[in-house]
Structure formats: structure tokens, C-alpha cells
């Protein structure tokens, strides 16, 4: 063995203690031992102890059921409700003032001033949450005092309401997360509690409650959110929001249960696993000045932020180096040797250094794992780089290269892939050899073309692509299965493709590129939650919705991505020809807005116009002239032939036989399909789509509750639900009306009169509050 040295208080192979001596006379500083073989070798004992104990703690936490855990902390927050509760309006004066006062102390509104200015580039001076800092901001001592006054009125005024019905909240809550529930349970619970709302009393002090807030806090304060929806509510709404509120309760609990059973199998998996007899030689990932050792050969060397301009050539003494962090010095070139590093798993020389170029004997280093070499004047990478077959993570951005290897492939076991901000011009197709690939960053280069074959990367989650020079998108992007993140943001796209509904998107940003019209069929991306389509070549309506949060966007392209049509047919030839079950066929489709009847004012909204020939609609006038009116305007027709009459009767009016189908009452199946095949093909060949906020806008007073055909309903539902009044009712009272409609649509029939109902009254509750009443 080697001879030892004496390196202040531990002894290292003594070509070892001598390159640390040199470095430490370059530095003119003493470099301090993070740990030596024997305190490692301690460490990881004490580890192994601490591993076993946290595996015990999570397997006794895991006897908590998640909905165990939830209830817990519902009634931790109720508890301290509790104790607010028993406070004098004096008292909470004082509490929020002690809160409120903190934001004028010049330490906080630095920090929110920090905060602002790094957010504001991004949102921008509209949005809610940059006004809100801007309003923290404005806050003085006065403005605190008043504040917190005005919020000590309006919470004691909750709390006097919050204690008329606290006994069935609580054992609502107690009922939705207990594991046993029953649906049954979970109603009769819900149902108690909803009714304590519908009391008079409580229904007067809710208003004084709401009055006060709306003076106060403002309509966006959480607790207005939750109470605002209450008012006005009756005992049919109560019942339907129970009903909705227990079997969503008892899905998740349900759902929960599942999700413990998977987290206990896996603790029990995880305590399973044998320990690791090689803790010791793992490496210790140096966070600060200083080395270590073990055996008495140095194995992590951190001298970042030390102005290093050329590392000594002894460096490739420490052969048995693992970990080498060398982050903001100003490092131009590397020692020749420094490929005998031959053991070294992490590299980090980023962030401010200068490096040129890297050594030819760099492939040498074939042990390495993590490579970041972020911020530096790198202009290629040296041959044999991708002889580095265990890299797991690179990071070269903010350097001058024009390239990546041809044979960067062989790096089969890359998870990231980071070089935004260089010059690469394109991506060698081998790189999609690396299948294992899960973050991919070509941002900020002078990127023309995605080649084909990127679907290999079937693990890729997240792809960013800003700011290169795309003009088009190969066909096989749609087929990364779990992609989640997508920003192609700052290029030149001038549309999306519709296969992008393959992806099951969570982010994408598309901003500052050249679409004309906003991606319609973007709606159906139910998972997408962030969505920036911003400083594209919309139009000033659609500019001024894509500054909105993902889901309205989604709703307001929903609209015009679904098609709207027209049936026009005999109400005598309806029921023989199956049109109610044809109309709820195609009413299921996403890609189909709704059904309507004829009616000449629906022109301008409509996409489509399916007529219905018998004897009846080709001799009625009105129908005749509903019909070409629309192919006067340009409206596609599919003409279905009925069983009373013959295509030469429908050549008569001008339709063709071509575009048609004839009913089938022995395939009616089969009918349904190729009718809806059409659709689609229609909605695929050009742009059907229109705004759909002109549908039937007429007065809610004429709504009749003695229909008698689902028919009838449909058309009274949409013309109540696309009047300017209800849109801004609905935004109030959704979360209540939603669930109802969802009911609706599966129990068709047997709600409605109900839903109506409760449609009416609490349309007549919004006109009174707002308008006076009527």
C-alpha cells in the first residue's frame, strides 16, 4: 500500500495529502475535513439506525388511514375556529391588526417587492395575484388598523352563523371521512346539514352576513365564496345538493381506501428491502467548503466560489475521487490528467466558470453519472464523449455549442438532457435512441426542425422547445404517451395539430408564436390546468380571453370546438323515425355542442343543419324556408330520407342524395355512426365553428314547467342558460348547479321538473339581489 501522510488531523495516501497541501496553497486556505473514514463509516451507521426508525414511524403512521388524516386536520382548523369564536370583536380586532401590521414593516414589503418583480414579466399587471401584491404594498399603519377593524365586523358577525348549524357540520364532516360510511350514512348526514341552511333564521342572518362582507373583506374573501351560494336556498335545493355533496363524499372515500391500500403495500415493500452493506462507499455530496475521505483517499473535493482559474496538475492524483464540485470559479482549461479521475461519478463545474474546451482523455471518466457544466464558453464536446454510457443527467446550457455528437445514442441511460441557450442548429436523430430520456431542454437555440422518430421516447415527461425557429411540428410528437409538460412558446407555429388530443397534457405554453385562431379543440385536454397561448396573432377577443386562467380558456374554446346543430323535422314523423334517441346520440359526442330545434334566429350560431325528410317537413313552408335560408348562408345539410318518402322527393328541394343517409330502423346503431361520421369528417375539412353565445337568447320569465317531452325541456334549458342574466348567475351559484346537471343528464327525465324548479328560484333570487326584483 501506499505510504501515508499526514494531512492536519487524518492521514491520506501521501500523493494525496500532497496535491490537498497545493490546493490549499492556491486557495491560501486552510480546506476543512467534512468527515474522515472513521466519522463516514459512523455516519452511516447512525443512518442505517435512523432509516429503520423512519421506516417504523411510517409503517405506525400508515395504521392512519389518509381519510384519517384529513379529518384530522379539518377539525385541527375547526378547532382553532373554536377559539376565535369565543373572542370579543375587540379582541379580533386586535389579532388581525397583530397580522396586518406586519405588512408595513419595510422587511416584508421588501420581500413582496422581490417577489413582484420576479412574477410581474411572466403575468403581467392584470393579474389577480400581482394587484394583490401591489396592494400589500400600499399598505400603511392606518390602512392596517381599518382592515383589520373591518375584518374583526364581518367574522364575528360568521361566527354567530357558523354556530347555528356547527353540530351537523361536524358530524357531516365526521360522516365523510370515516371509512365505514355508508351512502345512506353519508346522506342522512348531508341532508341534516343542508337543512339547517334553509331555516329562516339562519337564511336572515346569512344575508346581514354576506351585506356586511360585500362592505368588508369583498366578494372574494374565502369565507364569502363558501356562504355566498347558500342564499336563497329552499328545501328541493337542499335536497340536491345533500344528494350530490354524499355520493361525491362516498366516491372518495372509496377512492381513498384504494390509495391506502396501495401506500401500505408499498411501505411494506419498502421495509422489506435489505439494507445497503455499502453505505459507506457512497458519496458523500459536499454542500459546502471542504472535502472527504475514506480509507484514506479523498472521495469528494467541493472548492466552489474561489475565484480557481487553473487547477493544479495534481488533481489526477485523486484517483478515487467520486464527487468534484468546482461551481463559480473562473476555470479556463482542465490539467491533461484530469482524465485519471476515473472513479468520478458527479462533476460540477457551472455557473460562472470559463472552459473552453474539455480534455481528450475526458472519456475517460466512464464512471460518470452526473454531469453539469452549465455557463461556460464550451463550443463542442471532445471525441469519445458518448463513451459515457452511465450518464444519467447533463447539463450544458448558457455555452457556445453548435452541436451534439452523431452518436449521443449511445447514452442509453440519460434521463436529462439540458442545453438550452447554446447555438445547436439541429438534434441528431441518434438522441432518440436514448429511450430512457424523461426531461429534454433545447430551449433558447436556432432549432428548425424536429426530426422525425422523437415517439421513441415513450418516458419523456417534459419538453422544452422555447424560443427556436419551429415553423412545424413532426407528426410523431403526439405519441409521447407521457408527456406532461410542453412549452413551445416563442417560435414561428402558425397552428396546432388536432392530434395534440393524443397527449395528456398537465402544461403548455404556446405563446408568442403565429397562430391566427385560438387551437378550439384545446378543450378537451381535461388534464391541462396551465395554459399560455399569449402574443399570438388572435383576435382582440380572443387576446383578451387568453389572459385568463386555463379553464376559462378551455370553456371558451369548448364552445366554438363543439359543432351546433340544426334538426329540422315534423313533430308527427319524429317519434317513427327514433329522432329523440338520435338526438341523445349525438348529444353525447364532445365534439357536438347541442341539438336544436329549427328556429331562423339559430342561423348565425349554427354549424350544421340535419334534415329530417317525410311527407310532412318537405310540404311545411316554415320548415322549407328555415332550410334555405341555411344553405343560403353557407351551412352544410345532411338530408336523412325517411321511410314515407323517396330521394327523388328530396332532389325537389334541392337536396342531394350524395350527402344523405336513409333511416334504418333495423341498424339504427349503425344510422347514429355514419351520421356521426360525418360530423367528424366535417369538423376535420374546414372551420365550422362559430360562437355559440348567439343561440336563442330569450327572457327566463317564459319558461313553462309543464313540458311534456324531453324535446321540449332541452329547448327550454338552452334557452334559459344562454341568456346574458344567467351566465352571470350561473358563475355565482355553479358549484351548486353543476352537480344538479350532472344528475340531470343521467337521469334525464325524471329530474327535470325539479331541476326547472330550482333553475327558476334561484334565477329570481339573483334578479332580486341585483336588480330589485321584478
Not at 436556432?446 to 412545424?472: C, F, T, V
Not at 348562408?633 to 314515407?644: A, E, F, H, Q, S
Not at 360562437?691 to 317531452?709: A, C, H, P
Request: charged share 25%.
Amino acid at each position: 500500500m501506499s505510504s501515508l501522510k499526514k494531512y492536519h488531523d487524518v492521514y491520506l495516501v501521501e500523493s494525496e495529502a500532497d496535491c490537498m497541501k497545493k490546493l490549499e496553497q492556491m486557495l491560501k486556505e486552510e480546506i476543512p475535513c467534512a468527515e474522515n473514514r472513521d466519522a463516514t463509516r459512523e455516519k452511516m451507521e447512525k443512518m442505517a439506525i435512523q432509516r429503520q426508525q423512519q421506516m417504523t414511524a411510517q409503517r405506525a403512521a400508515m395504521t392512519i388511514s389518509p381519510l384519517q388524516a384529513q379529518y384530522q386536520g379539518i377539525m385541527a382548523t375547526e378547532s382553532q375556529l373554536d377559539q376565535q369564536e369565543k373572542m370579543s370583536i375587540e379582541q379580533l380586532e386586535n389579532m388581525y391588526s397583530t397580522s396586518f401590521l406586519q405588512t408595513t414593516t419595510p422587511a416584508y414589503k421588501s420581500q413582496i417587492e422581490a417577489q413582484l418583480n420576479m412574477m410581474l414579466p411572466a403575468l403581467g399587471e392584470n393579474h389577480p395575484t400581482i394587484k394583490q401584491f401591489r396592494d400589500l404594498l400600499d399598505m400603511d399603519e392606518e390602512k392596517a388598523k381599518t382592515k383589520a377593524k373591518l375584518a374583526a365586523q364581518f367574522y364575528y358577525r360568521y361566527f354567530k352563523i357558523r354556530i347555528l348549524n356547527k353540530e351537523e357540520y361536524h358530524k357531516l364532516i365526521k360522516s365523510m371521512y370515516s371509512e365505514s360510511s355508508t351512502l345512506e350514512d353519508l346522506k342522512k348526514a348531508s341532508n341534516e346539514y343542508y337543512n339547517t341552511i334553509t331555516k329562516p333564521d339562519y337564511q336572515s342572518l346569512l344575508k346581514e352576513v354576506i351585506s356586511l362582507g360585500l362592505n368588508t373583506v369583498g366578494q372574494s374573501d374565502p369565507i364569502m365564496a363558501k356562504l355566498k351560494p347558500l342564499i336563497g336556498m329552499d328545501e328541493n335545493a337542499a335536497e340536491t345538493i345533500a344528494m350530490q355533496t354524499a355520493q361525491q363524499a362516498y366516491q372518495n372515500i372509496q377512492n381513498m381506501l384504494k390509495q391506502h391500500v396501495v401506500q401500505q403495500q408499498m411501505v411494506r415493500q419498502a421495509a422489506e428491502t435489505t439494507q445497503d452493506d455499502n453505505w459507506a462507499k457512497k458519496i458523500p455530496h459536499l454542500s459546502h467548503f471542504g472535502y472527504a475521505c475514506d480509507e484514506h483517499r479523498v472521495i469528494a473535493l467541493y472548492v466552489g466560489w474561489r475565484n480557481i482559474v487553473n487547477l493544479p496538475e495534481c488533481i489526477g492524483n485523486l484517483e478515487k475521487l467520486r464527487y468534484l464540485n468546482l461551481e463559480n470559479n473562473k476555470i479556463e482549461t482542465l490539467p491533461d490528467n484530469f482524465g485519471n479521475l476515473k472513479d468520478l461519478e458527479e462533476l460540477i463545474i457551472d455557473r460562472g466558470n470559463e472552459l473552453l474546451e474539455l480534455p481528450e482523455n475526458f472519456d475517460n471518466l466512464t464512471k460518470l453519472r452526473i454531469l453539469k457544466l452549465s455557463e461556460n464558453k464550451l463550443k463542442k464536446l471532445p471525441r469519445g464523449f458518448s463513451k459515457l454510457v452511465k450518464l444519467e443527467e447533463i447539463e450544458i446550457t448558457g455555452n457556445n455549442l453548435t452541436e451534439l455528437p452523431e452518436d449521443i445514442g449511445n447514452l442509453q441511460n440519460l434521463l436529462q438532457l439540458h442545453v438550452r441557450s447554446n447555438k445547436i442548429s439541429t438534434i441528431p436523430t441518434s438522441l432518440f435512441k436514448c429511450q430512457k430520456l424523461i426531461m429534454l431542454d433545447f430551449s433558447f437555440n436556432p432549432i428548425g426542425i424536429i426530426p422525425e422518430g422523437i415517439a421513441q421516447l415513450k418516458d419523456l415527461k417534459y419538453l422544452y422547445l422555447m424560443n427556436n425557429e419551429l415553423s412545424d411540428l413532426p407528426d410523431d410528437l403526439w405519441d409521447l404517451v407521457s408527456l406532461v409538460n410542453l412549452f413551445l412558446n416563442g417560435n414561428q407555429l402558425e397552428e396546432l395539430s388536432e392530434d395534440i388530443l393524443r397527449l395528456n397534457l398537465t402544461q403548455l405554453s404556446v405563446s408568442d408564436n403565429k397562430l391566427s385562431e385560438l387551437p378550439y379543440f384545446i378543450w378537451a385536454l381535461e388534464s391541462l390546468d396551465k395554459l399560455d397561448l399569449k402574443n399570438n396573432l388572435l383576435s382582440p377577443e380572443e387576446l383578451e380571453v387568453v389572459e385568463s386562467d386555463a379553464e376559462t380558456i378551455k370553456d371558451y374554446c369548448r364552445q366554438r370546438a363543439s359543432i351546433a346543430i340544426m334538426m329540422i323535422a315534423s313533430e308527427e314523423d319524429a317519434k317513427a323515425h327514433r329522432l329523440p334517441e338520435l338526438i341523445e346520440y349525438l348529444e353525447k359526442q364532445s365534439e357536438v355542442y347541442g341539438v336544436l330545434p329549427e328556429d331562423e334566429e339559430n342561423l348565425d350560431s349554427i354549424d350544421l343543419i340535419i334534415f329530417l325528410a317525410t311527407g310532412g317537413s318537405v310540404s311545411s313552408t316554415e320548415s322549407l324556408k328555415v332550410l334555405n335560408l341555411g344553405k343560403e348562408r353557407g351551412i352544410d345539410v345532411i338530408p336523412l330520407k325517411g321511410t314515407n318518402i323517396g330521394w327523388v322527393d328530396l332532389a325537389t328541394i334541392g337536396l342531394s342524395r350524395e350527402l344523405g343517409h336513409e333511416f334504418t330502423p333495423d341498424d339504427f346503431d349503425g344510422f347514429c355512426e355514419k351520421i356521426y361520421d360525418y360530423i367528424q369528417l366535417l369538423k376535420r375539412k374546414q372551420n365550422v365553428f362559430k360562437d355559440k353565445s348567439g343561440l336563442v337568447r330569450k327572457e327566463i320569465e317564459k319558461v313553462s314547467l309543464e313540458l311534456d317531452s324531453i324535446e321540449a325541456v332541452s329547448i327550454e334549458l338552452l334557452r334559459i342558460v344562454n341568456s346574458s342574466d344567467f351566465k352571470a348567475f350561473f358563475e355565482m351559484y355553479k358549484p351548486y348547479l353543476k352537480p344538479t346537471y350532472d344528475t340531470l343528464s343521467v337521469q334525464k327525465w325524471q329530474g327535470i321538473p325539479s331541476f326547472l324548479s330550482i333553475l327558476t328560484q334561484y334565477y329570481q333570487t339573483y334578479i332580486n339581489q341585483t336588480k330589485g326584483g321584478t
